[in-house]
């Protein structure tokens, strides 16, 4: 009765570390310094990030106030996932993968004349 117990449980116990071990969060900070505003999206990359990337070229510099130079660097940026993303990425194989993006612009210089 202890044998079969075991040869259950070692199971489960390998699927639930491997799933809770892929709650992930990498962060990139640049040398500028970056706004207050966090900003939040959530993209999906396909066979494990080998295609589909997110495009992150123009998501800072725009509605900004006049007389302010567009900066559209980027001050932070923070890629996660987590657990239902990661299930679902087993679940396909790894042909979809979701991730959350967050992300800071750096501060626009205001142009003085």
């Given at each position: ?45 396909y066979l494990y990030g080998i295609a589909g990337q997110p ?7 725009q509605n900004l106030p006049p007389g302010t130079q567009a ?43």
């Amino acid at each position: 009765m202890n044998t079969t117990l075991r040869r259950r449980t070692l199971p489960l116990f390998f699927f639930l570390l491997l799933h809770l071990s892929s709650c992930a969060t990498f962060t990139l900070e640049g040398g500028d310094t970056g706004s207050n505003a966090v900003n939040t999206r959530t993209e999906i990359v396909y066979l494990y990030g080998i295609a589909g990337q997110p495009d992150m070229k123009n998501l800072c510099g725009q509605n900004l106030p006049p007389g302010t130079q567009a900066n559209k660097a980027l001050a932070t940026v923070k890629v996660r996932t987590n657990l239902l993303y990661m299930l679902c990425a087993t679940l396909t194989l790894g042909m979809i993968q979701p991730i959350d993006i967050e992300y800071t612009c750096a501060v626009p210089c205001v142009v003085e004349h």
